[in-house]
């Protein structure tokens, strides 16, 4: 990490602002001021469903959900925040039109392809490979952990592989009853048997 000797400057409108300013990158109240400044903004939106922490998801009524991204690059373009089309995704079946020429512009996303926040929406392929993919870390970390001491190996498992990300699928995804879930704790097991050098039941 390389350090500025000196502040810069950087230039807004007839603004100078010294990069001694403001939270520096890696500074948890980064993200709270960010939110904080376009909240009015994102309370003023029309939109049925409104989910906003530095995203924001927007859903209802194409022409609502369209007027409040426009007003989005409005306002926001006048507080220095600029909409980049790139990285905005559109939600909605194959049959609705779109005429909106902004939203045309954002990547359309099948609904059974949907994530938010990593977590997939629906039933679908998207959902499969998220279970397939923690199935592969639980696998991969299980054969290093061989490596590892009992203690040390066992602390490891319960704390770390995997764990944060099959939490987050179980709470924020249509998991119940998903055909993973069963091999992943077949996995689980396994590998808690291996480590503890012991046969245990399902109960136990």
């Known amino acids: 990490m390389f350090r500025v000797q000196s502040p810069v400057n950087f230039v807004f409108g007839s603004h100078t602002i010294s990069s001694e300013e403001g939270p520096q990158q890696g500074d948890p109240r980064g993200s709270?001021?960010?939110c904080?400044?376009?909240?009015?903004?994102?309370?003023?939106?029309?939109?049925?469903?409104?989910?906003?922490?530095?995203?924001?998801?927007?859903?209802g009524p194409i022409d609502i959900a369209a007027s409040d991204v426009a007003e989005i690059a409005k306002v926001g373009g006048n507080m220095g925040l600029i909409l980049n089309a790139s990285k905005c995704e559109l939600l909605a079946h194959l049959g609705v039109m779109v005429n909106d020429k902004r939203l045309q512009s954002f990547q359309r996303v099948l609904p059974s392809d949907t994530t938010l926040?990593?977590?997939p929406l629906f039933h679908g392929p998207v959902l499969d490979q998220?279970?397939?993919?923690?199935?592969?870390d639980l696998s991969r970390a299980v054969k290093r952990l061989s490596q590892l001491g009992s203690h040390d190996a066992l602390l490891l498992l319960r704390s770390s592989f995997s764990a944060l990300e099959v939490l987050h699928l179980l709470r924020c995804s249509p998991s119940v009853a998903h055909s993973s879930l069963a091999s992943f704790d077949s996995l689980l097991t396994s590998a808690i048997q291996g480590i503890t050098n012991s046969d245990l039941s399902d109960i136990q």
Request: proline residues 3%.
């Open 32 to 34: 709270l001021l960010v």
């Open 36 to 59: 904080n400044t376009v909240q009015p903004l994102l309370s003023s939106l029309a939109s049925e469903l409104n989910l906003r922490y530095l995203d924001v998801t927007l859903g």
């Open 117 to 119: 926040l990593g977590a």
């Open 130 to 136: 998220a279970w397939a993919d923690r199935s592969d």
